[in-house]
């Protein structure tokens, strides 16, 4: 499999779930029934089923009950559903929790408090969504609950409390040590469950401090086993958290800070590039530090060639003069095959070499393809002046596409005036979308609006009016002496 197959397969769904192939629609199946045979035997009576029968019945009503989890996830987030790789990790961390809670039922019997539902809800929601977290821990709760283990004890407020704010506490953080405050909040929730489902049942108070002991021991190592599980579910799933994002934005991580030596104009290009990005994805809902990370890598390939990029030239001088189109397209071109290739050497997650690869989508090299029309007539073959691709898939890669056009246009005006620099940004924007840049990207009409709106906003800010100094201005003339 090549490099852009594999980011192809790690950024992009193969298929959304309205066209579900037969093949994806049994592997879900099989995995749905898989667990509901794991939860069965796993919290089933420890001497054995008494009859077929009801163990049939527990099969089918545990399979049913997964089977609603996986519409409910179907709807809520539809890339997740679609994506192999995130359906095959929520189903191994459903697995791990059932495998682990029968375990430690065998050991301690009747105690809901020794199920490690809390790491559900942190990795799912830290990798995916907390709507999506919520919802999974919510099923499994109910699920685990009507086990034969844990059916005559208040399994299911205990639970949902664990799981449930797990979900919800989860939020993108720049702090390591924020983990403390989960384990925190999520202890204290689940002590509040225990003490009040163990009061309605008539538990002695002994036995409920016992209770409380294992669920703060029980929170503890769900939020440690989370953190830890935590780079595999990055890696397998192709998904950063915040904080894996902040680590790769760090401007003097090596790439970065061969992009600021070797070729300043570009660097100076991707700075504005993430804050264009940045601010329009925060303004739609988009995930803007992937928006900023992703812009400050997706020219890395020029660092390739760097001389042959207007952004680097001295003004007055320019390589491509001397060169045949062709030639310089392919130059041109290759800076996301470079890209790729510098990013794949330095480890770079696949969402961030997502944007190499797309930004420019499957776009036309105009300028060397004028060119070439003007000097031989007729090109043999119009696709070595177009980029490979793919085009955005996303929300992000998209916006990150749309500011670099509309950055690199408006710093070719003359008079960036307000007015100049909307009627750009409306072009770019318009000329994507005639293209088909834009037609896999998630982003609505009135989302577009949004990024249009805040392009020309920050824009605004960078091409605002100065104050015109006398020559005499001591400032000017140490300047200019």
Request: proline fraction near 5%; charged fraction near 15%; include cysteine.
């Amino acid at each position: 499999m090549n490099l852009r197959e594999q980011l192809e397969r790690a950024t992009a769904s193969a298929e959304g779930p309205g066209q579900e192939s037969p093949a994806s629609a049994a592997r879900r199946a099989l995995v749905v029934l898989a667990l509901g045979v794991l939860v069965t035997f796993g919290l089933g009576p420890t001497g054995g089923w008494r009859s077929t029968g009801e163990l049939l019945g527990a099969l089918a009503t545990n399979v049913l009950v997964l089977a609603g989890m996986g519409v409910v996830l179907r709807a809520l987030c539809r890339d997740i559903y679609a994506s192999r790789r995130a359906f095959a990790l929520l189903a191994l961390e459903l697995a791990l929790v059932i495998v682990v809670a029968g375990a430690a039922l065998r050991i301690h019997p009747a105690a809901p408090e020794l199920v490690p539902i809390a790491l559900v809800g942190v990795v799912t929601s830290a990798l995916f969504d907390r709507r999506v977290s919520l919802a999974t821990v919510v099923f499994l709760a109910a699920l685990l609950a009507t086990q034969p283990a844990l059916r005559d004890t208040p399994a299911f407020p205990v639970l949902l409390a664990a799981g449930g704010v797990a979900a919800f506490v989860v939020r993108p953080t720049s702090q390591r040590d924020q983990s403390y405050v989960w384990m925190l909040v999520i202890a204290v929730a689940t002590a509040l469950a225990i003490v009040g489902a163990g009061v309605a049942s008539g538990m002695s108070w002994p036995a409920i401090a016992a209770a409380l002991a294992r669920g703060a021991g029980t929170t503890i190592v769900s939020v440690i086993g989370a953190m830890l599980l935590m780079p595999f579910a990055e890696s397998f799933t192709g998904r950063q958290t915040h904080l894996t994002l902040l680590e790769w934005g760090d401007l003097n991580r090596p790439l970065l800070q061969r992009l600021s030596l070797e070729a300043p104009g570009t660097y100076a290009h991707t700075i504005a590039i993430a804050n264009l990005a940045e601010a329009a994805a925060r303004a739609i809902g988009a995930n803007a530090l992937l928006a900023r990370v992703g812009a400050y890598y997706h020219d890395i390939g020029k660092l390739a060639k760097p001389q042959y990029f207007v952004e680097n030239q001295p003004r007055g001088r320019n390589l491509h003069d001397k060169l045949k189109p062709h030639t310089s397209a392919t130059i041109i071109r290759n800076h996301v095959r470079d890209g790729l290739a510098f990013a794949e050497g330095e480890h770079v997650p696949a969402s961030i070499r997502a944007f190499i690869a797309e930004h420019h989508g499957t776009g036309t090299i105009s300028y060397f393809l004028e060119k070439a029309r003007e000097r031989e007539g007729q090109v043999a073959n119009p696709a070595d002046y177009a980029y490979a691709g793919p085009i955005p898939q996303t929300a992000e890669t998209a916006i990150v596409m749309l500011a670099d056009a509309v950055e690199a246009a408006t710093r070719a005006l003359a008079d960036p005036t307000p007015e100049r620099i909307r009627e750009v940004i409306e072009l770019m924007v318009h000329q994507r979308l005639e293209q088909g840049q834009l037609r896999d990207a998630p982003l609505t009409l009135r989302e577009l609006t949004l990024v249009k709106d805040e392009f020309a906003r920050v824009l605004g800010g960078m091409y605002h009016g100065r104050v015109d100094y006398p020559a005499s201005t001591p400032t000017i003339q140490a300047a200019v002496s």
